[in-house]
Structures are given as C-alpha cells and as structure tokens.
C-alpha cells in the first residue's frame, strides 16, 4: 500500500505545483491545506486488490477504481462557472433533439428517407451526450469522485457504440443527399424504406461490434498503482497509458479502428460531394443552385466539424499526442457539436421549422 499513498501524494502535489503558475488555479494557504487534507479523503475512498499475474509489474497493486483528473486543476469558482454552461449546453442538446424526433415522427411531411436518418442521428447524439456529459457535470463539483473499472469499461462501450454509429449516420446522410441532387427521378426507388433501416442498422451494429472489441482489449488489460485518467471520461488513449504492460497490440488496434471510423467515412462524404458539387455546376438556373446548396450546407458543417476534431486526437502520431490538448478539443465533440444537430438542421431548415408552426398551431386551436 506504500506505493498507493506515494501515488496519491505525486498526483496531489503535482497539482498543487502545477496550480501556483495557472491563472486558473488557487494558489492560497486555505487551498494548500485543502489538497493535504484531500490526500486522507481519496486514500479512503480508492480501492485496490492484489492480483497476481506474469503480464503485472512485481509488487504492484491492482486497481479496481479510477479517478478523473478533468478539470480539478481549475479552481472551484471557475468549475462552477463551466458547470452552468456546461449543464446550458446540455439540456439545450437534450431539448433540441427530442423535438426534432417528436416533430419528425408527428409531421407526415417530414416521413422522407433525409429526415429518418436525422432521427436517428438526433437519438443517437442524446444516447452519446447521456453517456458522458453528466459524470462530467458531476466531477465539476466534486473532482475526487471514484468510478469502479467495470463502471469506466460501461461508459466506454457506450462512448464508442453512439460516436462510431454517428460517424457512419454521417456518411449515410452524405450519401442519401448524394441520390437525391444525382439522381432525383429514381431517389424513392433507391431510398426505400428496406434501404433506409438496413443502413441504420449497419451503423448501429458496427458501432456495437468496434466497441466491443476496444472495450475487450483495452480492460483485458492489467492496471496496476496509476489510477487517474488523464481525462473526463474513459476513452482508450487515457487508459492505455496506466496500463502496466506492453500495449503495442492495443495501439495499433486503436489505430486501426480511427482508420476505419474516420478515414472511410470521410471519403466516402469526401467522394458524395465531388460528385454532388459537379452535378450542381450543371444546374443551369440560380434557383437550382440555391436549393441544392441548402440541401448540403447543414450536413456538411456538421460534418467538417465532427470529422475535425475527432480526426485531431485520434489520428495524430502517439508523440504528439497531448492529453492536456486532446482534452480540450473533447469538450468541442462531446458539449458543442452534439448541440449542432438540433441548431443546424432546424434553423436552417425550411421544412423543419414549417413542421414545428404547424405543430405549434395545432395545439394552440386545441386549447
């Protein structure tokens, strides 16, 4: 157990440390005192079981709980000032896309192949943000919250499921919009319903079908003495570095799956607007224009940011891999993307807002 108490000291007077040359860090003799206090309350409340093992270091202890740096370097006024915009964010991403899904399925109007695919994007974007923004809401109030391993292997799993399903929704929305500017006298024979739900399907099922392997591989994995993740929530590149043991295999499994996640879809977006773009060129009447360029603007702003920063953590080399940036650039696609859903797509979509008057004018002639 000596070396989990020399653990929790390193971590806490490295924060201590770091927190005297951060403007965003305390730096008064009460909170001095608060972090040496903090060292009895976090040895209390993390636990560790010996287990022997050929893979482990000797000597080691194993960890069966982790701890979220996040933002505990900050200081508690500016936690709570992240956790109002923050929980802001949130519920607005929340509301937004159950109206989109409520107004989808109660206006007929909007029973068209573009818009069950944005359903599915809406609900699977609410199923990602639940599985990471409220622990993140919790650590901004209390930092030195434990979470059991079988608890971060969950959230992993549902991490990876919704974000490598909305990847794939992406690139089925690119394509439907593809069909439909390319080919517009044959898009309800191509797009039908059959179509439609096995193209949903298959983004769900190869979302579950990556994450189980990640999860699999990055949790057969002995972690032993670290136990804070460098993060907010439990992703792979955190964890793989408090592994002890070699982890090349489950680096290039890594590796290989942002190939397959991001660099696929992204030509195959990438190849849907060359060949959306040199349709449009053909059209001859300004109007033309206009209406297919309004047809691709949201789904394509959606789509530069979402690839954007997913593609900046998760294909730069391991050497310049920082997790103080890396975690900056995940609040981008966890808080502020997911609420570019239901504000691009409704704000900038005629049909949609047309959908929501006459939803909103219906229930005012009932009352």
Known sequence: MDSFYLTICLYLLT????STTSPFSASSNHHSLLYLHEINFLSSCISFTPRPTSMAK???TFVTEFLFEGFSNFRWQ??????AVFLTLYLLTLSGNVIIVTIICLDHHLHTPMYFFLSMLSISET?????????MLSGLLNPYQPIAIQGCATQLFFYLTFAINNCFLLTVMGYDHYVAICNPLRYSVIMGKRLCVQLASGSLGIGLGIAIVQVTSVFGLPFCDAFVISHFFCDVRPLLKLACTDTTVNEIINFVVSICVLVLPMGLVFISYVLIISTILKIASAEGWKKAFATCASHLIVVIIHYGCASTIYLKPKSQSSLGQDRLISVTYTVITPLLNPVVYSLRNKEVKDALRRAVGQNEERL
Do not use: E, G
């Not at 500016?78 to 956790?83: C, G, P």
């Open 58 to 60: 000797p000597n080691s």
């Open 127 to 135: 199923c990602y943000t639940v599985a990471i923004i409220p622990r």
């Open 15 to 18: 924060n201590l440390s770091s």
């Open 78 to 83: 500016h936690r709570l000032a992240f956790f």
